[in-house]
């Protein structure tokens, strides 16, 4: 299992860290909404892991700035279409725009779903073979017994970005 699993158990917005084992609450209102973006194209979190060029035990010294991901760098290494997912996000209304975890789905915070669903729709005219969605920023609580490593929402024939897809914030 993935090193962001345990904040998904939360159920609430979170900073994480180190490996994802340093889970911190966020106490700050986050924006109502947001799109994801994916461009189907893989990008393994070892090799991304692997080009931060950390040695065993030693730390990433990263800013104060909770609204960013100190891995992008190396993902884009890994998987330049990241890259290319950022430049589109970074064309529409939506900032911040990031990438999520190690790769390669992106996305950009909304202030609305309404704003969230236009923004999408321009991203998704633009690149219509990338997996996108936009919607309302939740809030979940995952019992144990319910998270799934299976994908369960597109046909079995399309590959999943990630072995799962959990959104928790």
Sequence with gaps: LGADVPVCFLGKPCLMQGLGEKISALTMELPPALVLANPWRPCATFSVFAGMGLKAGQRHKGGANLWRN????????????????????????????????????????????????????????????????????????????????????????????????????
């Excluded at 911040?96 to 202030?111: I, R």
């Excluded at 997996?131 to 799934?148: D, E, M, S, V």
């Design 70 to 169: 100190d891995m992008t760098k190396a993902a884009m290494k890994v998987q330049p279409a990241i890259g290319e997912v950022l430049a589109a996000f970074a064309e529409t209304k939506l900032k911040p725009s990031l990438m999520s975890a190690s790769g390669a789905t992106c996305f950009g915070v909304a202030q609305s779903v309404n704003e969230a669903q236009v923004e999408a729709q321009t991203i998704k005219a633009l690149h219509p073979n990338w997996w996108w969605q936009a919607g309302h920023r939740r809030t979940y609580t995952l019992p144990i017994k319910a998270y799934n490593c299976q994908p369960h929402n597109r046909p079995a024939t399309q590959k999943s970005p990630s072995p799962t897809t959990l959104i928790c914030a």
